[in-house]
């Protein structure tokens, strides 16, 4: 059975970013916001025994899980493992224009073959999850909304209910996936155009949203917002969306935040990477000014693997900084 979820506030997928513990750190910070893992490819998905540093999902949700692939077989059992990791939905990257993507013939180069994302995306569904797809507004430097609406039309005969879209164009050569981040304008109007052609899916508007004002304001115009690379500098942020954007009353977030995301990742220590298991908190240093002594000290104890004292350093940071 599929449950009823806001997608209203979501948490892109970002590789290397959007791990299991970054994932329960945001949980931490927001009841409400709507999560999802680093794109995993398919063939890693079924046949990795590392695959649980990426899909573990320890009850954060409402979570989604997002696949790379195009094999049919292959995304038929993506679902089924989506299911029984306990995942709210699993989502089809049709966005990514890396190099690497491309070989493997996913991402966002599939937006070339709409009736293959078509298929896919109907290998995809089963009735207890919701499958999704997240695209780009199109292919190469010029924005063309006829070939976005062609796409879509043809993406919307499998009944497909929600789709995430980061609203520019991917260039899929001669600039690497970063700046395809930056370099193709965004185009918001597509995604409002597109939202009155085919009222019976939900679009979530994702680029470039990196404030909450700004956010809180698109929500007026579109169905749900999606944001990356503010959450990525700055979790913290989260802890604001309950209140602002679902207008829950304000709960106390203190210095347990980071108490309770210590005691989740001090067990993992020796399986998993320090770095990975900290990426989601270092970030922090790079949003916040002056914070170069910090970081030098917080490289010190990780090269020794002193976790007791990287949880006291990062809790003085935190309330130094006002941050909690
Ligand atoms: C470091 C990083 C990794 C990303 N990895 C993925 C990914 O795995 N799957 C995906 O669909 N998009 C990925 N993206 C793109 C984001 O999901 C999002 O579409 C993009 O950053 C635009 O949103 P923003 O302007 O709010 O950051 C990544 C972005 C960043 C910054």
Redesign the pocket.
Known sequence: MKKEISRKFCV??????TTPYARKLYRILSKNSFLFS??IATKSLIYSKSKDNVIDNDFNNPVAL?VGGSEIDDLTKASKIAIDYNYDEINL?V??PSKAVQKGSFGACLMRDKILVRNCMEALQNDNIEASL?CRLGLGKELNYEFFEEFIDEISKTGIKIIYV?ARNAILSGISP?AN?SIPPLNYDFVKKIKNKFPNITFIL?????NLDKAENLLKEFDGV?????I?HNPFILKEVDKKIFKEKGRLIDESIINNYFEYIKPKLGFESIFRLLSPLLSIFFSVPHSKDYKSKINDYMKDQKINLIEELLIKFVSERNLS
Do not use: F, S, T
């Open positions: 892109a997928p970002m590789m290397g970013y680093e794109m997002q990257n966005g990514c997240k980061h970063q981040r994702n680029g470039g949203i990196d999606m944001v990356g690379r503010l990525k």
